[in-house]
C-alpha cells in the first residue's frame, strides 16, 4: 500500500485549493506502453537478429541482457538513437518506430478527462521518455492539443526523473512552487516518491488495479474527482 509518507504531507495535500498546474507522465499513463515494448523488444531484436544471422529469441534474450545492464536510471536507457549505434543497426531509427506507429493506443479515460482538466487548469507533459517517441506519439494521438508545457527530461535535461532536481527545475520555469502542481504517473519512484519529496501532489496510476492507498488511482477519471467540484462533475 502507498502511503502520503508521514502527517505533514497529508496536510499539504488536504484540500488541493493550492493546485495550480497539472502534470502528467506519458509512457503507462496516457499512452499504452505497447508501442515502446514493440520498437525495444521487438524491432531492435529483429534488426539485430537479421544483422548477425541468429535466431529472433536468442537475439531478443541478448539485446534484452543490454539494456538491463544499462537499467532505466541511465539516461541511455531511453536513448534509441545510442542503441542504434550500440548495436551498429543500418536501419534509420526513424524508420523503425514508423513502422509500429499503429500500436500507439491512448488509454480510453484519456482525451475526456485531459479536455475537462484543461478548462480549469495549466496540463504539462513530464516524460523521461526522448524526444524522438514524444514526438511521434504526440503526432500520432494528437494529445498535444492539450498541453500548455511538454518536458522530456532526458532529452531536453540530460537526466532521468529520480531526483528532485528534475522536477524542482519543471518548478523554476513554470515559476510555480511545488504544493501548486499535481503529478501523476505510472512509476512508483520515478513519479510518485521523488517528486514527493519537494512537496509535488503526487498521485501513483495503477491501471493494474493492485495498489491501494491514498493516493492511489487506477485511472484517469478518479483524478478528475479529486481535482474538479462537484458542481463541475455534473456539468
Known amino acids: 500500500m502507498l502511503t502520503a509518507g508521514g502527517d505533514s504531507n497529508i496536510r499539504i495535500y488536504q484540500g488541493l485549493e493550492m ?9 503507462g499513463t496516457l499512452i499504452s506502453p505497447e508501442f515502446t515494448d514493440w520498437v525495444w523488444s521487438h524491432g531492435i531484436p529483429t534488426l539485430y537478429a537479421e544483422k548477425s544471422g541468429i535466431p529472433f529469441e536468442v537475439s531478443k534474450a541478448f539485446v534484452e541482457g543490454e539494456y538491463r545492464k544499462v537499467g532505466e536510471g541511465a539516461i541511455e536507457w531511453y536513448d534509441i538513437k545510442y542503441w542504434f549505434r550500440f548495436f551498429q543497426l543500418g536501419t534509420h531509427w526513424q524508420n523503425l518506430m514508423e513502422r509500429y506507429v499503429d500500436k500507439i493506443i491512448v488509454y480510453p479515460d484519456v482525451d475526456h478527462v485531459l479536455a475537462r482538466l484543461k478548462d480549469r487548469f495549466p496540463l504539462i507533459l513530464t ?9 511521434i506519439e504526440l503526432k500520432a494521438t494528437g494529445l498535444a492539443i492539450y498541453f500548455d508545457h511538454i518536458f522530456s527530461a532526458t532529452s531536453d535535461f540530460g537526466e532521468v526523473k529520480k531526483t528532485i532536481s528534475f522536477y524542482q527545475r519543471i518548478c523554476q520555469i513554470l515559476g510555480a512552487n511545488p504544493r ?3 503529478h501523476v504517473g505510472d512509476h512508483t519512484e520515478f513519479d510518485y516518491l521523488v517528486p514527493r519529496k519537494l512537496g509535488i501532489c503526487t498521485y501513483y496510476l495503477d491501471r493494474s488495479g493492485r495498489q491501494k492507498g491514498d493516493f492511489v ?19
Open 19 to 27: 493546485v495550480k498546474i497539472i502534470s502528467f507522465d506519458m509512457d
Open 217 to 235: 488511482i487506477h485511472d484517469l477519471t478518479e483524478l478528475e474527482k479529486r481535482l474538479l467540484p462537484i458542481n463541475e462533475e455534473e456539468d
Open 180 to 182: 501548486e502542481i499535481v
Open 127 to 135: 516524460s523521461n521518455a526522448g524526444r524522438e517517441f514524444i514526438d
